[in-house]
């Protein structure tokens, strides 16, 4: 695929989720659904009650809309875009519950968790199945795509492998999505990454990564501090199951802990805070987790906060991108 090629899908999502944005953040406010602010969080964002969320059908739309119309009927473009869908609706349904019907947690742990188990099922069942891919994954810094060093797994340990993989990286994405363009502008650059690659390797899953970043390109127009919008669950319980399902078709899940530096951090913060408070009987390690929260509470803005997870993720994508 050339360049050009490339570049259509990405204009196609960017163009779909401009002008959607518009006619659908009027309507989220109409229906009401707007975010709700826990208590708890920072003072700061008492005043973000109300903005309108679920901003993440947008995205959605945008990439469905533009990867359908675009791709080649290649598998693996299906397969990463039922994982992005899939993911969103699992998303849409805990925003749903949370905002329409005033379930501050929306989803119990338990629902979240079996529904997210469903669809890594189906992922890696199509994997293995369908698209009869070598479980495998690459070794960064050993030679490249084509002459590095792959670890083979059997089928069995790959099926929990990448349900690790995706629902580590679904959950990082998700307590990523705290600040204004923060989830959006970190994946954006991910997305990019894996555009490099899926054009470097003659990939037809392009297509799917440079409409999400087009898609996020446009959402972010709304999405940036001040934020008109929010993305909500639906738009990063998606970006993390385009992000996982991505990594796994290219065999690149390990690149995750690379490019995907800020989701791992967000998630570690929140368990060693959990973990610790319950050890030390009520004691914190951070101000506030996840680590976002800890800066902004340390007197960082929220856009220095995201330019800087953007620039430490361009950074390491860097990396990444050394290490094929």
Not at 109 to 120: D, M, N, P
Not at 132 to 161: A, D, H, K
Request: with cysteine; proline share 4%.
């Amino acid at each position: 695929m050339n360049y050009l090629n490339t570049l259509i899908p990405v204009v196609a999502a960017f163009s779909i989720s401009v002008i959607l944005c518009p006619v659908i953040i009027p309507l989220l406010r109409l229906l009401k659904f707007g975010q709700y602010v826990r208590e708890d969080g920072p003072k700061s964002h008492q005043k973000k009650a109300g903005t309108p969320t679920m901003g993440g059908v947008v995205i959605l739309l945008s990439v469905v809309i533009t990867t359908l119309f675009f791709m080649d009927r290649r598998k693996e473009t299906l397969l990463v875009l039922f994982a992005t869908v899939g993911f969103g609706v699992i998303g849409f349904l805990d925003d749903y519950i949370k905002i329409v019907m005033k379930r501050s947690l929306g989803l119990t742990a338990w629902q979240k968790f079996s529904l997210q188990l469903i669809v890594s099922a189906v992922f890696t069942i199509y994997y293995l199945r369908v698209l009869e891919l070598v479980p495998e994954m690459l070794i960064p810094f050993t030679g490249g795509m084509r002459n590095g060093f792959y670890v083979s797994m059997p089928p069995w340990m790959f099926i929990i492998f990448a349900f690790l993989v995706m629902l580590g990286t679904v959950n990082g994405t998700n307590f990523t999505d705290g600040l204004d363009g923060l989830a959006s502008s970190v994946t954006l650059l991910v997305a990019v990454f894996f555009t490099v690659v899926a054009i470097g390797t003659n990939s037809g899953l392009s297509v799917i990564t440079s409409a999400v970043a087009g898609a996020l390109m446009g959402f972010l127009v709304y999405n940036v501090y001040p934020a008109r919008v929010f993305m909500g669950d639906t738009g990063s319980l998606a970006l993390g199951g385009f992000v996982s399902s991505v990594a796994l078709v290219l065999k690149l899940p390990v690149f995750i802990l690379i490019v995907g530096i800020i989701y791992l951090i967000e998630v570690l913060s929140v368990m060693l805070q959990v973990g610790y408070y319950k050890i030390s009987h009520g004691k914190r390690i951070f101000k506030m987790a996840p680590i976002h929260h800890h800066f902004e509470q340390c007197g960082w803005s929220e856009m220095r906060v995201v330019t800087i997870f953007s620039i430490i993720t361009a950074l390491m994508c860097l990396v990444a991108l050394a290490g094929l």
